[in-house]
């Protein structure tokens, strides 16, 4: 069974950072690509970043130079670390682990917050 659980999301100020967890199981981690997505209410769900089984990263434009992805296989974990964290931040995150061949899971979402 695969499950993908995101965590470490929540209330932040503008200015602020968090950083969110993916752990993965019951998937061979070190062949997927992972991913974060994220979707705001009344919008479509959008790419934030994807890194790839050997490391490549790519961005989406509001984000980068922001958020950083990273991986440990180790732990079959996928990291979001969110910097300098904007109001248009705000919406619920996803984790997705996705093959070549467009086979891919979700995870349940993670809520981020950005208020003062």
């Known amino acids: 069974q695969v499950q993908l659980v995101e965590s470490g999301g929540g209330l932040v100020q503008p200015g602020g950072s968090l950083r969110l967890s993916c752990a993965a199981s019951?998937?061979?981690?070190?062949?997927?690509?992972m991913g974060w997505y994220r979707q705001a209410p009344g919008k479509q769900r959008e790419l934030v970043a994807l890194?790839?089984?050997?490391?490549?990263?790519n961005y989406g434009d509001s984000v980068k130079d922001r958020f950083t992805i990273s991986r440990d296989s180790s732990t079959s974990t996928v990291y979001l670390q969110m910097n300098n964290l904007k109001p248009e931040d705000a919406a619920v995150y996803y984790c997705?682990?996705?093959?070549?061949?467009?086979?891919?899971?979700w995870g349940q979402g993670t809520q981020v917050t950005v208020s003062s």
């Open positions: 019951g998937i061979i981690f070190s062949v997927y690509t």
């Open positions: 997705r682990a996705q093959r070549n061949s467009g086979l891919g899971f």
């Open positions: 890194i790839t089984s050997d490391g490549s990263t």
